[in-house]
């Protein structure tokens, strides 16, 4: 039985917390044991505000520990520690968890910046605990479909692609963190870099990178080289005014198929023949990037799908988009 404790109780917070509860009552060796959170005020309320995930309805904290004090939490018995803190402070209980002897699987980007995620990665190598980063697409099946197309070869190679997501300004965050680039990095940081990790797992690493970004970094427009040819294209908006809700869209062009991903369904469009939608079981990339990395407990073997490593080179190249658009959207090679 993996005991779990859960740091931060936010929407994604909640989100993971009724995961555990899903998977428990699957039957799966798991169970969530402790919660901490330094506003006490949240283990009162049921309130669950979002706009970029489905949240579904009020959290169970029954025969779960709550805790506003990190010592009294680091007390418990845990095998594993999940983080969904704002991003500012993933180094900070990444590597007090770490150095708990603790695994650890941290909400993405994996830091504010890449010094503090190469910190937390020196943590993982020192104490030879797994430390995941939580790029949910890399688990989300429509995606999944994608980089096994696009891997397969079936369709042939890719010509162009282009990734979008986008929504209202998150003023529904603890705090407005969300809203203060010095905290969150704004949505090339915190909402675009999942189309980054995306475009590095499936492509790999870009030669160079363009950007242009607003003022605030709430709208980002980016392209990405490659040696081959291929044009790919990233953009996001976390600032559209009305209520247009959340949107992640991708559409790829192969040589003999056209992807298109557009309101949570993905649709095949091969040349010459009949489209066709993909079908899954129903399970998303948060449930099922939390039972991946507690099956790498059982197991005792490293995170493959979303090694920390990658993490770390998605956040660099977002931070090499940020300096093309300092440099009116120039080529900026990526950091090592």
């Known amino acids: 039985m993996i005991k779990v404790g859960l740091v931060g109780l936010g929407s994604m917070g909640r989100v993971h917390l009724d995961i555990y509860r899903k998977l428990e009552e699957e039957g799966f060796p798991i169970r969530l044991v402790a919660v901490l959170d330094t506003d006490g005020r949240k283990f009162e309320t049921t309130e669950r505000e979002s706009n970029l995930v489905d ?79 939580g790029h949910c697409l890399r688990f989300w099946p429509e995606y999944e479909q994608l980089k096994s197309i696009v891997d397969g070869g079936k369709y042939g190679k890719v010509k162009t692609a282009t990734f979008y997501r986008g929504g209202g300004a998150p003023e529904w965050s603890y705090e407005n963190w969300m ?94 023949g009949p489209s066709w939608v993909y079908e899954h079981d129903g399970n998303l990339g948060h449930y099922r990037e939390i039972k991946y990395f507690a099956e790498r407990l059982l197991s005792g073997g490293a995170v493959e799908t979303s090694p920390p490593e990658q993490s770390l080179l998605a956040l660099r190249i977002v931070e090499a988009e940020r300096v093309s658009s300092g440099q009116g959207g120039q080529f900026v090679t990526i950091g090592q």
């Open 179 to 272: 809203l203060q680039v010095e905290k969150s990095g704004g949505a090339l940081v915190d909402l675009h870099i999942h189309d980054v990790d995306m475009i590095n797992w499936l492509f790999g690493k870009p030669e160079a990178v363009s950007a242009l970004c607003s003022e605030h970094y709430d709208i980002v427009s980016a392209h990405f080289r490659y040696s081959d040819g291929k044009i790919i294209h990233a953009q996001a908006d976390l600032s559209l005014p009305g209520e247009v809700g959340f949107e992640m869209t991708f559409k790829v062009h192969l040589e003999q198929a056209t992807l298109v991903y557009r309101d949570f369904r993905l649709t095949v469009y091969p040349a010459g």
């Open 55 to 133: 949240v579904g309805g009020a959290s169970d904290l029954s025969n779960v520990n709550a805790y506003t004090d990190a010592e009294l939490f680091f007390q418990e018995q845990l095998d594993m520690v999940d983080i969904t803190l704002p991003t500012y402070l993933h180094e900070e209980y990444t590597v007090r968890s770490l150095n708990k002897g603790l695994p650890v699987l941290c909400e993405k980007p994996i830091a504010l910046d890449s010094g503090s995620g190469a910190v937390m990665l020196e943590a993982a190598e020192k104490t030879g605990k797994n430390l995941m980063i």
